[in-house]
Structures are given as C-alpha cells and as structure tokens.
C-alpha cells in the first residue's frame, strides 16, 4: 500500500494529491506513487507551459532510482506550436511533453491498432483491471539497447500482435520502474485513475464514482453559496496582504531610530524624499552617509549627545574641506540611542562649540526624533527649514 500518492493532471481523486497542468507541483520527491495524466496535457496547455516537464525531471529521477514508481498514461509526442511570423527552424530541441521522462525518446506515433496481450509478469498483470478499459492504442515504445548498458532495462508489459511494446516498464537495477500506459478508451481518464489507485492501493473504493453526481435537492445551492464565500474570502485575503505589505513599508520609517546603520541610513533617505530632498548612497568608507544635488547628509547614532570629540564632526571637516560644493550639509543624529525617545525630550543634543561649528558651516544638525516630526507634521514645508537653518532645527 502506497501512503503518499501524487497525481498530476487531474483532479478530485480523495486518495491522492491532485494538481493539474497549470498550477505550481509539489515536491514530487515527497510521494510514494507518482500518477501522470500525460493525456490531459492538450496542445493548447502545453503551448503555455512547454518548458515545465523538463523542469520535474530531476525529481521524477530521484523517485525512480530510489525505488518508487512513476506510473504514466501516454499522450502523442508535443512539441510547440509554431507561431506565426516566428521562426522557420530552431537551433535548439524543442521542448517535448516527454521531456520528464529520465532516458531519450521512447514513444512513437504509429497507425492505430486494437490487439493487446497483457505480458505474464507480476509487473504486468497487476494492470490487467486498467487494460481492459483499454480498447485501442496509437503509440508504441521503442527499444533501445544502449540504455542496457547503463543499467538502464526497457521491459514490455503489454504488446500487441508484431511483439511491439504499447505498454513498457522502463526500469533501473536497484530503483522503481517508470511505467508507460496506453490511454483508456473505453472510460473516462478520471475513472482510469482511480483504478490506477486500487491497483497501488491494494484496495477498491468503497463506494462507485458516479454516486458523486446524483442530484441531491440542496447540495447545489451550497456548492455555490461556498463557491461565493470563497471568492468573498479570497478578496478580503487580498486586502489583508496588501494592507500587510503598506504596513511592513511605513515600520521602515521607525528604522530612524535603529542602532545599526544601514537600516537607520536608508530610513533617513526614506523620509528626506517624502520632503522632497533627493539623496543616494555614497560608497562604504565615504566621510558622509547620503549625497544628492542639493544635499549632503550624515547619520549617526551615539549613547549620548555629540561634542566636539565626536567622529562625525571630524568627518565633517574632512567633506567641508574636500568634497563640497554647494550641497546643504545636514547632520542626523539618534542620540541617546538607547534611550526611549520620550526620556530624550529637554536633554542637550548638540554641545554649544558643536553648534558653533554646525552655524559658522552653514551645517543644519538634527536629532532622530526632529527629523521624525518634521516628516509627521510638516512634511510639504520641511525642505525649506532645513535648507535655510544653520545649526540645530527644532520643532516645538
């Protein structure tokens, strides 16, 4: 008995997981049988998503060689439609719906046929329930003996009169096999499946498949008031993420406040173009943290309040004295930074020779928290207090 069963292109199969052609797989290494609905993946499908059977090789390989079985119902060789106006030849293979498949091309078109003889092995007689909804085949499988060579053994499990193979067990010395099917014609590929599923499971299901689809007063009016709540949910699952998403954004703002630089670096920046003062990031080691046309910024964040001992006015120096031009200096400071920004309120944030300095430079100096209120309260009209103030900038 198989515990984890994957099936891929087709749906609603209670003993399985189901995912069609369109949606994004599962881990496929993650399941006990690997059940392939290749017959429902249409031209018009696989002019879509061409390149996804190739992209589950690897781990339809990986179930393969670890003993696990990947049971297939074949479908004619795809390839891409061609487009019109495109081009007449490709210099690449074009990719194939067979493309998952870990050994080179097997399955071939032929004319149509109807007999069919199940081989004797328990591989192949275990089939016999899905072969006898099998009526009629258009593809066989071709053998090739180099794949033996690699220990790679391609063995028959069912044949029709000329001993070609329309049913193959494509097999690895010490791994599973990967069994190809021809399609069921005289049932549907829902129902086909499901016997797949007895087969793997050991078990028929307990009740017919049909009993699903009696009319049953009531039912159909909840299938679509469901339906309804669904899409209702789905939209107010829309707008919690996009509000999720506006809200991650404005914490950045916070960030002014942060004891590590780069976030606190980029918060600033944030908040300086909401005022409308556009700045970018110099490069690491630069004298100060943001340049732009009109501005020249530097943030810092100290333990306490910035003297003239300070770093950051020898690194002001250093950009007064060799990379000025008309930028306005302005100097962010988080001081006190481990300091609620409430117990900050009536401390002394800048040393009066600090302000001496800041006001002979034309340098506008302020804390976190005034930059922070100055973007709450008056962010149209902050640019021009800060172009216009030399030395600290409050606000009241």
């Given amino acids: 008995m198989f515990l984890d069963i ?6 609603k199969h209670g003993r399985a997981t189901c995912v069609d052609w369109i949606e994004e797989f599962p881990n496929i290494e993650e399941f006990d049988l ?23 090789a690897r781990e339809i390989t990986t179930v393969w060689v670890t003993g696990r079985p990947v049971w297939c119902i074949m479908e004619d060789p795809l390839s891409p439609s061609r487009r019109a106006g495109g081009p007449k030849a490709h210099p690449y293979p074009l990719p194939s719906n067979y493309d998952w498949l870990p050994v080179p091309k097997l399955v071939d078109k032929v004319k149509a046929g109807s007999t069919l003889e199940v081989e004797d092995s ?12 099998v009526k009629g085949w258009n ?3 071709q053998h090739h003996e180099k794949l033996e060579g690699k220990g790679i053994f391609v063995s028959p499990i069912a044949t029709n009169r000329s001993g070609k193979m329309i049913s193959a067990a494509i097999q690895v010395s010490i791994g599973g096999a990967i069994c190809l099917l021809p399609e069921p014609t005289t049932c549907s590929t829902h129902e086909a ?19 699903d689809q009696i009319e049953i007063p009531g039912i159909s009016s909840i299938d679509s008031e469901i339906k309804q709540r669904e899409g209702e949910a789905a939209l107010v699952q829309r707008k919690i993420s996009e509000l999720k998403s506006k809200r991650l954004e404005l914490e950045k703002y916070r960030a002014v406040f942060s004891v590590h630089e780069d976030p606190q670096v980029e918060a600033v920046n944030r908040i300086l173009k909401d005022m409308g003062i556009e700045t970018e990031r110099t490069q690491p080691a630069f ?8 501005a020249a910024i530097e943030v ?5 309040k910035i003297d003239s001992s300070s770093n950051k006015m020898f690194q002001l120096t ?30 002394e944030d800048f040393t009066h020779p600090v302000i001496d300095f800041l006001k002979a430079n034309q340098v506008c100096a302020m804390t976190s928290s005034t930059l922070l209120e100055l973007w709450k309260r008056e962010k149209s009209t902050a640019k021009n207090r800060i172009m216009q103030t030399n030395g600290e900038l409050r606000v009241a």
């Fill in 6 to 11: 994957l099936v891929i292109g087709d749906k």
């Fill in 34 to 56: 690997v059940i392939i609905a290749l017959n429902t993946l249409t031209q018009k499908i696989f002019d879509r998503i061409s390149d996804k059977p190739a992209s589950i």
């Fill in 122 to 133: 328990p591989e192949a007689q275990k089939f016999r329930p899905y072969f006898a909804k």
């Fill in 139 to 141: 593809l066989e499988i």
């Fill in 193 to 211: 499946i499901e016997i797949l599923i007895d087969i793997a499971t050991g078990k028929e299901r307990l009740e017919p498949e049909w009993m």
């Fill in 287 to 294: 004298v100060i943290d943001l340049v732009g046309k009109e």
């Fill in 300 to 304: 810092t964040s100290v333990t306490g």
């Fill in 318 to 347: 250093q950009f007064i004295e060799k990379h000025h031009k008309n930028e306005k200096i302005v100097l962010v400071a988080n001081t006190y930074k481990r300091e609620d920004p409430k117990t900050r309120r009536g401390k």
